[in-house]
């Protein structure tokens, strides 16, 4: 597909690649998605699964009322409405090791007064204790979390552990003090007004992928699946083909290429490029299961296999972040080890009921000081080549809402690049 304005071909259709065409559609010039794998989503998506005959995520992901990159996605492709969450930032929690249940309350506002409320912060801590992660916002130097706080005590095992390791995919005490920083000023310090969860009941591909498709196949983008990249041609300064094995893509003047593809695969296409290379896996489990109306969409274990149990009619959702410990566990001890847990939080049954147990092994990059300090920014060293992607230099962990935002990034950058040769 050609333009007189040139064409943009971006190199993977997972949510950032995706979030750089929906923000492009409407810049004058054809866009053309390449796609390695059959479907679009990349570790963002749905699909039917026979062994629980439901329709499940290969990861449950968790967008917060204050990640506004993924809700003006949403919105702009119509979806914004299915992103469903309590009325107000609460996050209820059990302790499996003592059976002891409370609920953390954000509230609605924008000022994180819960931390003077003993009835709203985690239980046994004081209003002081906090004053820790607020020294992080001044950080002047990345260092591991736990060269700054404690890893012990009431904060560190019920508020900086679920809320942080869930983000980062990463135990707290070894991840960048930079990242962790960059959550609180986006999340805690801005209280219930960005804390409240939105969760995708029908799917996060109905949400945010197959909806994205649409929208831009009816912009006239085209999308080529089973499309790999196999290489780059540069000439000087550019990229001046495209080598996809079997056909040969040549660049005109005005034409600009987005990589979207995880950093390994990026690795593997741009010279020297310098990118994360540590990977931390993520375990999702689900369970076709009649829960309680009553049930909250989600509660936080303390003291157990799982960390985050997601609830809905029929269906029991599991995730466990940093799970190298059970990555090659078989399979079914490793559904029966989270389903023990499931059961005695929600006093449900302990037979197990139809499963599906998701591994990523390369689910994130390790969010440490030095795999922080790898992520390179959407700019390159060619001129119309420029990078998307959860790893890249977002300011944010390799969360949905950074992928997104690199996809904006990149797509920016393209419009300025092409104001800038006129």
């Not at 992607?389 to 300011?395: E, F, K, N, R, V």
């Amino acid at each position: 597909m050609r333009s007189s304005e040139g064409t943009i071909h971006i190199i993977g259709a997972g949510l950032a690649g995706l979030a750089a065409a929906v923000r492009l559609v409407d810049s004058g010039r054809a866009i053309v998605i390449h796609e390695a794998t059959e479907q679009a989503g990349g570790r963002c998506r749905s699909y039917y699964d026979e062994a629980t005959g439901m329709l499940i995520d290969n990861g449950t992901h968790l967008v917060l009322s204050g990640n506004h990159a993924a809700r003006a996605f949403a919105r702009t492709i119509g979806t914004e409405a299915r992103l469903e969450g309590p009325a107000a930032a609460d996050f209820p929690f059990v302790d499996l090791a003592t059976d002891k249940r409370w609920t953390l309350r954000f509230g609605n506002g924008s000022l994180p007064w819960w931390i003077f409320d003993k009835r709203r912060r985690v239980p046994q801590t004081r209003a002081i204790d906090y004053l820790s992660l607020v020294r992080l916002l001044w950080a002047s130097t990345d260092k591991p979390l736990g060269k700054v706080i404690s890893g012990a005590g009431p904060l560190y095992e019920r508020l900086i552990t679920p809320f942080f390791l869930a983000a980062l995919n990463i135990k707290p005490l070894k991840a960048s003090t930079k990242l962790v920083a960059a959550l609180i000023r986006e999340t805690l310090a801005l209280a219930g007004k960005a804390c409240r969860p939105l969760l995708a009941r029908d799917g996060i591909g109905n949400v945010f992928i197959e909806p994205a498709v649409d929208y831009l196949r009816r912009r006239g983008v085209a999308m080529s699946f089973k499309h790999e990249l196999h290489g780059f041609v540069f000439a000087g300064r550019r990229v001046s083909e495209l080598d996809f094995g079997d056909e040969v893509v040549k660049l005109g003047e005005n034409d600009a290429v987005i990589l979207a593809v995880p950093a390994y695969a990026a690795g593997r296409l741009v010279p020297e490029l310098q990118a994360p290379s540590s990977f931390r896996p993520i375990v999702n489990a689900h369970f076709r299961v009649d829960v309680p109306d009553s049930s909250p969409p989600m509660i936080g274990v303390i003291n157990g296999t799982t960390d985050w149990i997601f609830t809905a009619p029929g269906r029991v959702s599991v995730t466990i972040s940093d799970a190298e410990r059970l990555s090659r566990l078989p399979r079914s001890d490793v559904a029966h080890k989270i389903w023990e847990d499931v059961a005695k939080v929600m006093k449900l049954p302990r037979k197990l009921p139809p499963w599906q147990l998701v591994r990523e092994r390369r689910a994130t990059f390790s969010a440490t000081p030095e795999e922080n300090a790898k992520r390179p920014p959407a700019e390159t060293a060619w001129h119309n080549l420029f990078l998307a992607g959860d790893w890249t230099a977002t300011g944010l962990p390799a969360t949905l809402e950074g992928a997104i935002r690199s996809g904006n990034r990149a797509a920016d950058l393209v419009g300025r690049n092409r104001r800038i040769a006129a």
